[in-house]
């Protein structure tokens, strides 16, 4: 049963901290989003990869938000300096066209104190 | 730009009631429509989809949905809910702008199935 892979899956960090969280998408998906969930705002769609490639990171902040793609097997969502602001749940989703189905995973709960 | 809308933001019904979330998308051209549930404390997951076809379609524990094009609508039914099916329910809609599969979710329903 292949899954989306979410590390770590709590994160409790104080502000002015770097935060790492990584995903590993479904082998052979190709696309790879990254959506941050709150009460407030719900789930917002932060930026998305095809191919490793970003296509559309307009939902991140830029000057402390930062996403990649290593190799196929591994997406990082990086935050420096994080705020308390930045406490969410934050999700990876894989899929592969043509179908457009995303596949989620656990999620990172960012705590930032 | 594509949206999408979900009308209904609390739902409460007893089990055994029947089930109807609404979902509007607006959006001019060929879409894919999904609805995903969130469990309490846990991730999205995929209940069902439409791509093409049968305008009816089915998905897991007994979900369905219909897509109405001439309404812009894929509302979500349940004849008989039960109470693991408290959660919260999100629509969403991939239109083909040329942008790859970026879903637009709507803002979510919070149903609660009380005993």
């Known amino acids: ?113 | 730009a594509q949206s999408v809308s979900q009308h209904n933001h609390h739902v409460i019904l007893s089990e055994a009631a029947s089930l109807e979330l609404g979902c509007n998308y607006s959006y001019g051209g060929t879409v894919n429509l999904f609805w995903y549930v969130q469990y309490p404390g846990q991730h999205l997951q995929l209940l069902l989809k439409y791509f093409s076809g049968d305008p009816l379609v089915k998905g897991i524990k007994g979900f369905e949905a219909e897509f109405i094009k001439s309404k812009f609508s894929f509302n979500l039914r349940k004849p008989s809910v039960q109470w693991s099916d408290t959660a919260e329910y999100f629509c969403a809609v991939n239109g083909f702008t040329g942008g790859g599969n970026k879903l637009t979710f709507g803002t979510g329903t919070q149903l609660k199935v009380e005993l």
Not at chain 1, 48 to 64: E, Q, T, V
Not at chain 1, 74 to 92: G, H
């Open chain 1, 1 to 113: 049963d292949a899954r989306v892979t979410q590390t770590p899956r709590h994160k409790v960090t104080e502000m002015g901290q770097e935060v790492t969280m990584r995903c590993q998408p479904i082998l052979g998906h190709n696309t790879v989003f990254w959506y941050r969930q709150t009460m407030m705002q719900g789930l917002e769609l932060l930026a998305y990869f095809r191919n490793r490639a970003p296509l559309d990171d307009s939902g991140m902040p830029k000057d402390r938000f930062s996403a990649e793609m290593p190799d196929a097997t591994l997406a990082t969502l990086k935050i420096q300096p994080s705020e308390p602001r930045d406490s969410a749940v934050y999700f990876c989703a894989s899929g592969l066209p043509p179908t457009d189905t995303q596949y989620f995973g656990p999620g990172t709960r960012l705590t930032v104190l």
